[in-house]
Nanobody, 122 residues
Framework: QLQASGGGWVQTGGSLRLSCTAS????????MAWFRQTPGKEREFVAA???????RYADSVKGRFIFSRDRGKSTVYLQMNSLKPEDTANYYC??????????????????WGQGTLVTVSS
């Protein structure tokens, strides 16, 4: 299971940190990711990472968002800085048993957390 939290409302330029705690899976080897979705649009890749590799980011968030993992807590984080109104979305964490080169495609992820809503006002 994946339990996400940390969403909320923030003004443009502000920051939020999302958390996703995993249970019932091998966190040390699992690839973890964040996706986001707004009504009427497809789910969009945000960031992904696995132990031993540098995180990967969507171009739209590169330089603003930071993906990190805490193995001891089986938790991944998404630090979101310099937020923009276009970052408004439901954010979902996801896990897959192994890293894959298609890390930015949602179809390969086996486990999903509930969404946490991020709203950025202009």
């Amino acid at each position: 299971q994946l339990q996400a939290s940390g969403g909320g409302w923030v003004q443009t330029g502000g920051s939020l940190r999302l958390s996703c705690t995993a249970s019932g899976l091998d966190f040390s080897t699992s690839a973890m990711a964040w996706f986001r979705q707004t009504p009427g649009k497809e789910r969009e890749f945000v960031a992904a990472g696995v132990s031993g590799r540098s995180p990967r980011y969507a171009d739209s968030v590169k330089g603003r968002f930071i993906f990190s993992r805490d193995r001891g807590k089986s938790t991944v984080y998404l630090q979101m800085n310099s937020l923009k109104p276009e970052d408004t979305a439901n954010y979902y964490c996801a896990a897959r048993s192994r890293w894959n080169v298609q890390y930015d495609r949602d179809v390969g992820y086996e486990n999903w957390g509930q969404g946490t809503l991020v709203t950025v006002s202009s």
